[in-house]
């Protein structure tokens, strides 16, 4: 009688083919929330059927979105496709389907909704600026960290494709030894009397989180220490340069929130940076954002795009003379960078990222720790306006 000998079956793999991951959205009604994160970033991931980690996992995502309003959550549902929407975020937060609670609300909103996501042990994505005050910001980011929480925040404007190339210019010594940026922001806010505001009214009242500083400093802190250094003082000045405006309903009200900001920043390593920000300049720039960075061996202009160079080897040498018309055209000895790659959407980018470091388990220095910062410095920025002085910034860290 011959013997039967039967195989083992090989092991089932550790991870699926493709995991799915549950994404509670809160906030997709709002412009940023739907546009950037919901249509630009998730749903266009979950289009292309998921994206593959460095590690050959293949993950894709399912939205459940989140709101005050029924109706518009299903409207938004309806247009994409999305069989989940609630407007019960508590019972959202307790469904252990959904893995990361992701935040788009309005400030003052985003500090109870995290406590709550923490609270839950949810992975946490959100938006800036994670609290109203540093000290809720801090004690949000050791809550985290308490309860084992991976956060991300949304550093979206260092994967533009202009900054992405200027930190090519930073890391292959293009500029030398860095000596300053320079940094302009803005365009016309309309008032919202005989056209209508391009920009929510709450941004124009300090009672409801609103003011360019708030908005813009957080993204300033981000972009000025992972590039050039952390941020050792600031020195600005806020205005409210147009008190008069109309809301949604074209009913007038009293602008509390400064629509301008002129802010000088020091960094480390000695880099002097200065960046202004308005919602009330008309633009005169190839870009509504563009930095200037001079350095010992060369300089570089960027804005969201666009980025252009010009060597100390190829530098003019102009003489000031008041009495002549200078005929010399400046534009001309500047080089524009090469688009060497297809960049994607920041937002989407950052998005992608995150889930890699969720799925991997790796580190993730874009946290809540780094959004505190960011609500540091506008803190500091306003007490400096309001105190008419130069505030130094303490060092943040988690305990």
Same mark, same amino acid.
């Given at each position: ?16 083919? $493709? /995991? +799915?991951? #549950?994404? &509670? ?12 994160? %919901? !249509?630009?970033?998730?749903?266009? $991931? /979950? +289009?292309? #059927?998921? &994206? ?12 459940? %979105? !989140? ?333």
């Amino acid at each position: 009688m011959s013997e039967t000998t039967t195989l083992a079956a090989p092991a089932a793999s550790t991870r699926p083919d $493709i /995991r +799915e991951i #549950g994404i &509670i959205m809160n906030g997709v009604s709002g412009r940023m929330g739907y546009r950037q994160h %919901l !249509v630009r970033s998730i749903l266009a $991931i /979950r +289009e292309q #059927g998921g &994206i593959e980690l460095s590690d050959g996992t293949k993950v894709t995502v399912k939205p459940l %979105l !989140v709101g005050r309003s029924e109706g518009k959550l299903a409207e938004i549902a309806a247009q994409h496709g999305i069989e989940d929407y609630t407007t019960d975020l508590d019972a959202a937060l307790a469904d252990p389907r959904w893995e990361i609670y992701a935040d788009f609300l309005v400030t003052k909103a985003r500090a109870s909704a995290l406590r709550k996501a923490i609270a839950a042990g949810k992975t946490i994505y959100t938006e800036k600026p994670t609290a109203e005050s540093v000290e809720e910001a801090l004690e949000l980011a050791n809550l985290a960290a308490a309860a084992g929480v991976k956060t991300g925040v949304v550093h979206d404007k260092l994967y533009l494709p202009g900054l992405l190339k200027l930190r090519r210019l930073i890391d292959s010594g293009f500029f030398g030894r860095i000596l300053s940026v320079r940094g302009e922001f803005g365009y016309w806010v309309f008032e919202g009397d005989w056209q209508p505001a391009q920009r929510p009214s709450w941004n124009y009242r300090t009672e409801d989180g609103g003011g360019i500083i708030v908005d813009m400093f957080p993204h300033w802190n981000y972009i000025l220490e992972n590039l050039f250094g952390g941020v050792k003082s600031v020195y600005a000045q806020a205005a409210v340069h147009i008190a008069d405006r109309w809301d949604e309903k074209g009913e007038h009200y009293d602008a509390t929130a400064e629509d301008a900001a002129y802010g000088v920043f020091e960094l480390d390593g000695g880099v002097i940076a200065q960046i202004n920000s308005s919602w009330t300049t008309r633009v005169d720039r190839d870009e509504l954002v563009e930095f200037h960075v001079d350095g010992t061996h060369g300089s570089a202009v960027v804005g969201l795009f666009g980025a252009k160079i010009q060597h100390r080897n190829a530098t003019p040498k102009p003489v000031w003379n008041p009495d002549l018309a200078d005929e010399h055209d400046y534009d001309a000895d500047w080089a524009a960078v090469p688009t060497n790659e297809v960049f994607q959407n920041g937002f989407r980018q950052q998005w992608e990222e995150f889930l890699e470091s969720y799925v991997l388990e790796t580190p993730y220095e874009y946290d809540l720790l780094a959004g505190a910062r960011g609500v540091l410095l506008a803190e500091a920025g306003l007490a400096s306006s309001r105190e008419g002085r130069k505030v130094e910034l303490p060092t943040l860290s988690l305990g």
